[in-house]
T-cell receptor, first 113, second 118 residues
Framework: GQQLNQSPQSMFIQEGEDVSMNCTSS?????WLWYKQDPGEGPVLLIA?????ELTSNGRLTAQFGITRKDSFLNISASIPSDVGIYFC?????????????FGQGTRLTINP | GAGVSQSPRYKVAKRGQDVALRCDPI?????LFWYQQALGQGPEFLTY????????KSGLPSDRFFAERPEGSVSTLKIQRTQQEDSAVYLC????????????????FGPGTRLTVL
């Protein structure tokens, strides 16, 4: 099935470093979302972006909705151990009155203390 | 209030067996979604309900997959004659509003059911 192109697939960083990941698509989305998934749990929404060009922050997280509506990035500043997990981008569009989410393959973040 | 719950959390089935996976959405949520997440991949859409009506089942991989939500709350995803390629985590999500809702209508995910087919 369709998935977004998310990179990098994995990251190994030191605690305190900044992190950047991005997502691209060949098609346009109305909304871009970033989720975090911990082992054995479902994805949890971190940030939602609703307008092309929008830059939104949530604590140490910053995300942008690309101007072409085909891409988005997520930055995490000053990483801490609880940031470990898998991050997914998701594009949202409305098809026949129903919202559909298309997810990227995920970025697995590992932090060395 | 409680979030989305799913049961069982883990299911092991022999190839050819039928399985039923249950989802309890957040109370009052109109929309319910099922996703399949293969190992190392992002979730992929399977089907969508608005109350009891299944409005989109375009993501169901075969006619062995069947979902229902008879009273507009609890939903069951049934897989008949399971195959090894059905092994995955099955996630359920619910959102408060109907259809496309508004941009801010968030999908809340359950913890998933990990299905292993031997």
């Amino acid at each position: 099935g369709q998935q977004l192109n998310q990179s990098p697939q994995s990251m190994f960083i030191q605690e305190g470093e900044d992190v950047s990941m991005n997502c691209t698509s060949s098609s346009i989305f109305n909304t871009w979302l970033w989720y975090k998934q911990d082992p054995g749990e479902g994805p949890v929404l971190l940030i939602a972006l609703y307008k092309a060009g929008e830059l939104t922050s949530n604590g140490r997280l910053t995300a942008q909705f690309g101007i072409t509506r085909k891409d988005s990035f997520l930055n995490i500043s000053a990483s801490i151990p609880s940031d470990v997990g898998i991050y997914f981008c998701a594009g949202r569009r409305i098809i026949q009155g129903a919202q559909k989410l298309v997810f990227g393959q995920g970025t697995r973040l590992t932090i060395n203390p | 209030g409680a979030g989305v719950s799913q049961s069982p959390r883990y299911k092991v089935a022999k190839r050819g067996q039928d399985v039923a996976l249950r989802c309890d959405p957040i109370s009052g949520h109109v929309s319910l979604f099922w996703y399949q997440q293969a190992l190392g991949q992002g979730p992929e859409f399977l089907t969508y309900f608005q109350n009891e009506a299944q409005l989109d089942k375009s993501g169901l991989p075969s006619d062995r997959f069947f979902a229902e939500r008879p009273e507009g709350s609890v939903s069951t995803l049934k897989i008949q004659r399971t195959q090894q390629e059905d092994s995955a985590v099955y996630l359920c999500a619910s959102s408060r509003l109907a259809g496309g809702g508004v941009d801010t209508d968030t999908q809340y995910f359950g913890p998933g059911t990990r299905l292993t087919v031997l």
